[in-house]
Structure formats: structure tokens, C-alpha cells
């Protein structure tokens, strides 16, 4: 059996999907179907991300945590994959962001490495802060790191708390870059750029972007590496097919592009004409803006990942034509 937790979400129902287009069905699906979704207080439908998949059985989040609590599986767990998190990045409660971000984490990983199951997490691009230290994925440069939020700061922590006890000899941590794609429709505000953007080209005919409150770049020109699910997923599997593959590792495209190439292919898909207005960006998060994300990809390819990845501009008009226009999932 192969555990998802966060397998209702958008990158970990993704990672169930691709285990389905391998013929993997025996999985148990571990996330939180019930809780509060933004932005008007209703309940997260990511039942729509489970419809169209085959997994063995589901449990809550909670309930899962008290099962391993009292021993978890004897035997029958090979991999367990862990994407459930607060993704939040402007989330405030630091305490929450502790307790199911950092321990959570901690309680599954002695876990699996006392049952000598495959330990794969999601750490976070968030974890760079503003970049000044660089994007290098050597867990040598880890205690440099500053986050610029507190999502970002309960990441770290348990990735230095992986490095102090030696767990990165063991277990793979996976630093996802900025991912967009289909099955995130339930984010409310931390859906992708790509997603609001045909939101709002379909409501009003533009897009809205921040403008620069640098010099150094000009609005619309703040580049991120961005990265499409399906490329996501293919990288998260390479780790689950080679066990003896441990550490820290970023998962990106390795290229940069700035918003408004990003939001480019959103109006060609809909054969709409490129209009973009750029509006000031609050000043609650100017201090704590990313201008700049590469992921230094040289480990990934290092330990054998030769993938291919999808050209930004395919990505987002598939994405678009394929999943938004007509409002479906990820199905294998």
C-alpha cells in the first residue's frame, strides 16, 4: 500500500492520478474533507478531485495521526508520500502552522523510518525567502535560509530537524517551486496565477498583475519558475522508484519567466486579446514579496532525473483548453 496524505489536495491528488496511469490502486488516501475553505467560509470540495480516482480507502487527517500514534501498520505500507499541509502563505497562526506542518511532518517520519517505509515530504520553495541566499538545494546551506513567512518558517523547521538527526541520509524532502495545473480549484486565494487569470479574462477581459515596487524590475517582469502538476508529478514518483535516493531536493523547471509571460498563453488559449493591468500591490506583503525563483535543478539531475519538462506556454494552454474551459479533473 502506498500512503498520499494531503491526497485530496491539489499536488498530492495529482500523485494519486499518476499512480493510477501506472495501475497502482492500493492506496490509502489521508487529508481533511471537511474543513473550512476560503474565501466565503464554505466546505473544501476536494471530493471533486477524488471522483474520478481509484484509491483503497480514506482517512482523515486526525484519525490517521492516531493510528500511527498506536503503532500505524505492521506491514504493508511501502512509501508514504506526504503532501498534507497548511499551504497558506500569508497564514498568521503560528502555533497551527507548527502543529500540522513541522510535528506532523516529524510524527510520520519516525514512523516510517522506524517501519523502514519510503519517506517522501513536501518541503517548499517558500523556504528561500528572498533568494539572497541563493537556490541551492545542498542541505549544507540550510542554516542560511531566511523565509519570509511563517508557512515558509514551519517548512524549514522541519527540514533542519530532518538534517540535525541525520534523516536526509534516508528519507527525500521535495522543495516544490510555484506549481500550477488542474485539481487546484479549491484553494480560494492561493489558487495559481494561471487559474485567476482566466477567471478574470473570462469576467472582464484583462488581467490584473502588481506592479513593481523595485527598480531593478519593471511590472509584469518579476520572473518565478513555475511549474506544471503533471511535471510535479513525474518528478515526485522518480523519488518513489528510487528508494536509495535521499536528501533535500528542488522540484522546478530550472527556467525563469515573468507574469506577464505566464499570463500570455491564458489569452491566446481563449483566443482573447492580451490586455493587462497592472494595480499596486498591498503593502502588507511588499516586504515580503518574491521578485526572483530559480530552482538549482543540478542534484535532481545529479541522482538520474533526466526528465523532460513541459514548455511553460504548452503547459498553461493545455491547462486552459483541457481542464479549465471545460471545469474537469485529473482523471488516468
Same mark, same amino acid.
Given at each position: 500500500?502506498i ?22 490502486? @492500493? ?7 471537511? #474543513? ?5 467560509? #464554505? ?10 480516482l ?11 495521526l492516531?493510528r ?18 497548511i499551504s ?28 523502514g ?5 513536501a ?20 542554516e542560511?535560509?531566511q ?7 514551519s517548512?524549514?523547521?522541519?527540514d ?8 536526509? @541520509?534516508?528519507i ?11 485539481? #487546484? ?6 489558487? =495559481? ?5 482566466y477567471?478574470?479574462?473570462r ?8 506592479? =513593481?515596487?523595485r527598480?531593478?524590475? !519593471? ?5 518565478? @519558475?513555475?511549474?506544471?502538476v503533471?511535471? !510535479?508529478? @513525474? ?7 528510487r528508494? =536509495? ?8 523547471s ?16 481563449m483566443g ?22 530559480? !530552482? ?7 541522482a ?13 494552454q493545455?491547462?486552459?483548453? #483541457? ?10
Amino acid at each position: 500500500m502506498i500512503v498520499v496524505t494531503g491526497g485530496a489536495g491539489f499536488i498530492g491528488s495529482a500523485i494519486v492520478w499518476g499512480l493510477n496511469r501506472r495501475g497502482e490502486k @492500493d492506496i490509502l488516501v489521508v487529508d481533511r474533507l471537511d #474543513e473550512p475553505g476560503p474565501p466565503d467560509g #464554505e466546505l473544501n470540495d476536494k471530493r471533486r478531485n477524488l471522483a474520478p480516482l481509484a484509491y483503497a480507502d480514506y482517512l482523515d487527517a486526525d484519525d490517521f495521526l492516531d493510528r500511527i500514534a498506536r503503532g500505524g501498520w505492521e506491514t504493508g505500507v511501502r512509501a508514504l508520500i506526504h503532501m498534507g499541509a497548511i499551504s497558506s502563505t500569508t497564514e498568521m497562526n503560528a502555533d497551527l502552522l507548527r502543529r500540522n506542518n513541522t510535528e506532523y511532518t516529524r510524527t510520520l517520519a519516525e514512523y516510517a523510518l522506524r517501519r523502514g517505509v519510503r519517506f517522501i515530504y513536501a518541503s517548499s520553495a517558500a523556504t528561500y525567502g528572498d533568494g539572497h541566499a541563493g537556490y541551492s538545494d545542498d542541505p549544507a546551506a540550510l542554516e542560511r535560509l531566511q523565509p519570509l513567512n511563517l508557512y515558509g518558517e514551519s517548512k524549514h523547521r522541519f527540514d533542519l530537524l530532518a538534517k540535525s538527526r541525520g534523516w536526509l @541520509d534516508r528519507i527525500a524532502g521535495l522543495k516544490y517551486f510555484n506549481v500550477f495545473g488542474p485539481n #487546484e480549484y479549491h484553494k480560494g486565494d492561493m489558487r =495559481s496565477v494561471v487559474l485567476k487569470s482566466y477567471e478574470q479574462i473570462r469576467g472582464t477581459g484583462r488581467v490584473r498583475l502588481f506592479k =513593481s515596487h523595485r527598480p531593478d524590475y !519593471a511590472d509584469g517582469e518579476q520572473v518565478r @519558475d513555475f511549474l506544471y502538476v503533471k511535471d !510535479a508529478v @513525474d518528478l515526485t514518483l522518480f523519488f518513489l522508484d528510487r528508494p =536509495s535516493v535521499h536528501g533535500i531536493f528542488n522540484i522546478g523547471s530550472g527556467v525563469t519567466h515573468t507574469w506577464k509571460e505566464l499570463v500570455t498563453p491564458v489569452f491566446a488559449a481563449m483566443g482573447r486579446p492580451v490586455t493587462i493591468e497592472y494595480i499596486d500591490m498591498p503593502a502588507g506583503i511588499r516586504d515580503k514579496y518574491q521578485y526572483h525563483t530559480l !530552482a538549482d535543478l543540478s542534484r535532481l539531475r545529479a541522482a538520474g532525473c533526466a526528465r523532460p519538462l513541459t514548455p511553460l506556454d504548452g503547459a498553461v494552454q493545455e491547462y486552459v483548453r #483541457e481542464y479549465l474551459i471545460p471545469h474537469v479533473c485529473l482523471s488516468p
